[in-house]
Every structure is written in C-alpha cells, then in structure tokens.
C-alpha cells in the first residue's frame, strides 16, 4: 500500500476534527456560517483524498464511477439548494438527510450481496447488517417527513393494530437479521427480505406520526443516519466514516433527547403516541369566542407601547412574512421607541432553529432573539405579544387543562402578557389539531388574514399614526 495508505488516513483524521469543530461553532447563531464553512472544508478533504482509494487497491475502473456519482449528486444538490426557498428548508434537511441513510444503506447491500461482509469477518457482517437495518429506515421514514412536510401526506395514517404491526415488522427484522448472522456465505434472498422489511417498517413507523412532531422525528432520523454511516464506515474500514458518523449519531440524539423534553414527553411517545391524529381529544371545552380586529386598530396598540415580545411560528414561514415582519419592528424601534423582542419556541416551525434561520435571513440581530427559559419571566411586564402563526407553543392549555393532549407541554407565556394578539389565516386548529384557548382568551385579539400582508398592513398603519 505504500505511503499513500497513511496520508489517506491522515487526512481522514484532519477531516474528521474539521466536522468537530465545524459542529461546535455550529452551536451559537453568530458563528454557525463559520461552522457550516468549516464542516464544509472537512468533507472536501474526506472526498478529496477517497479519490486514491482506488489506486491503493488497484481499482481504477472505479474513478469513472466516482466522477459519475459525484457530478449527479453534487449537481442534482447545487440546484436544488440555489432554488429551494428558506420556508421549505424543513423537507430539504429530510429529503437530503434520507439519502444519507439510503446510501449508508446501499453500502450495506453492497458488502452484503459481494460477500465481502461474511468474508470480513461477525464483527463486520454484524456492523453491516446494523448499519444496514438503521440507513433502511432512515431512508423511508425520511421520505415519509419529507412528504408530510410538503404537503404530499396532510394527515396522519393509523391502521388497526398499528402497535400490533410495528412489533411483527421488528419479530421479522431480528429474525431475518439473526438468519443472516448465522449464514456462512451470502444469503441475497435473505438479504433483500430483509431490506424489504426494513424499509416498510420506516413506512409503518413514521406514517402515524402527527406534524407536530416532524421536529423530533427530523432530528431521530437524522441520528439514524449518523450511526448508519459509522457502522458501515468500519465495515468497509473507512475511519472518515467512522468519526463522522458517530459524530453525527451523537449530536442527532442528543438533539432529539431534547426537543423531545422540550415537549415535556418521551422520544417513545411520540414515536408510538399517535399525538397530532384526529382522536377527539381536545381537552375541556372552551368557552367564550374569538374577538377579531383590524390591522389598524392593532397598529395603535403597538404603537404607544412600551414593550412587545413577538412569538413567530410555522405560519410566518408559510407566508413568507419574516421580511415584512422585521420592516414593522423596525417602524416601531426607530420611529416609536418601543423596546421589541422575538421569543422562539425549542419546537416551533418544522425543524430544530427553523425560526432562528428565517429571523436571521430577514435580518433580526441575535440579541433580539431569546429562548423560552430567558423570556417567559418578561411576559407579565410586557404591554403586548404578537403571535404570528404560532400554535400549541403558545396554547395555555399545556398548563391549566389536565385533559388536553399537550398537557404538561413547556409554552411562552404569551397569555400573561397585558394584550395579545394574534395573526391566523382561518379559526381552524394548528398541525396537532388542539384548539387553542389563547384564542379566546380575555386579553387576545385575533388578527385574521395572510401574515404577510397583516405585517405590511401594520407597518402602514404605524406610519399613519
């Protein structure tokens, strides 16, 4: 193999400290671009130096494959990500984080179908057949979110017995798993039964899911593909695999551990819950009625404020209104003193720093932006909220009604504030098909029409005043 099989490696270690520290500057707003640039650079790297793989292993007729794969792809991802608008990030991140895991996955067939695996060794037939069941399911049930998130599956699908399913689909996993395990040379038959199964229990598996969970279900899917890749990265004995995989891996659960808790439930339930599916359990009923007003008359409330706390969510995005929206803020910092800030949800939008990122194409500075631990105890002091196409994050019912499925849920304490109000297309339910009560609170007034023109109307308004 010579010197060129240690500078491969080499650089494959250099690679994998530029993903690390790519990550961790990814952990603050401000230095998440220099990450982005630096995680970017690291995987140069990595596909740079794969390039003489093949000449350590005499396979030259691979480079024309190589080349192929990489105009395809690196072409196909180039497009896309210049057209793709911000608002529809969402399903990009879940298109493109399947593809991962269906590619962990073809790896997997690969060694599986050559029988490279069996020759390798238990060790690495068990690391594929692993790598190979976890980038199956990725894929699929990235699909899946990708389709609920464009608008392809509106609802979630139940079927009866749908618990009774996902164990039989898993029984016949591990069973055809174990077979495979146990199996001298290669088993295609076995082995494409079992891909089969694998990719329909990612199907199975995310179909019943609600909207309101795709950030979680993102973010676990995500991680699915990180560990698909480390385990077929020691399969093939690739350590730039390896680290960035588990890399990957680690940072996707920890991530989901969290937006999970930041619901106040457990990765399991919302797994298997079926919360967001049309059950008929709404909680108490609500009394009292919505009580709507215009543009305008909103515009003079905000404008002889002091402070405002604005609470965007997936309906700002769907709308497009996040530069409009800042225009606003900027009437009333500049031309009317009021102190404004922007309160973002851990799961508001359809992705984990969704709001974060469209706040920040439109312009927001960072140090308007706070979290839910940091602005909740400014609620009570504030002259007014702004919702914009928020919906269960800000729904006092995860605090007050025992009933309601999102009970125990942490929320911004919108309610608290001296008024609220709050920009909505229609009087319909948000993605977990929970009423609201702030709507019908006391305090709250409804401003109903498109949120991007609702902001533009307000702006106009401001300037009248």
Known sequence: MGAWYYIVNISYFFAAVLFIYGLKQMGSPRTAPRGIKWAGGGMAVAVFFTFFQPAIHGAWLNYLLMVIAMAIGGGGAWITGKRVQMTAMPQMVALYNGMGGGAAAAIALVELYSHEAFIKGEAVLFMAVIGALIGAVSFSGSLIAWAKLEGKLDKPFRVPFQQLINIGLVAIIVAL?????MSSLSAPILVTLFFVVAFAF???LTTPIGGADMPVVISMYNAFTGLAVAFEGYAIGNP????????????????????????NRSVSNVLF???????????????????????????????FADSIIIVPGYGMAVAQAQHKLWEFCQILKNEHHVDVKFAIHPVAGRMPGHMNVLLAEAGVPYDMIYDLEEINPEFPSADAALVIGANDVVNPAANTDESSPIYGMPILDVASAQEVYVIKRGRGTGFSGVVNHLFFGDNTRMIFGDAKQVCSDLSAGLNEI
């Not at 588990?246 to 930041?262: D, E, I, N, P, R």
């Open 240 to 263: 730039a695999m390896i680290i960035a995989g588990m890399v990957v891996g680690a940072a996707g659960s920890l991530l989901t551990w969290l937006m999970a808790k930041a619901m």
């Open 202 to 204: 990612g199907i199975v």
């Open 273 to 303: 819950a079926g919360f967001g599916t049309d059950d008929g359990s709404q909680g108490e009923a609500i009394e009292g009625e919505m009580k709507s007003v215009e543009p305008f008359d909103a515009a003079a409330s905000f404008a």
């Open 177 to 181: 798993g174990i077979w495979i395990l």
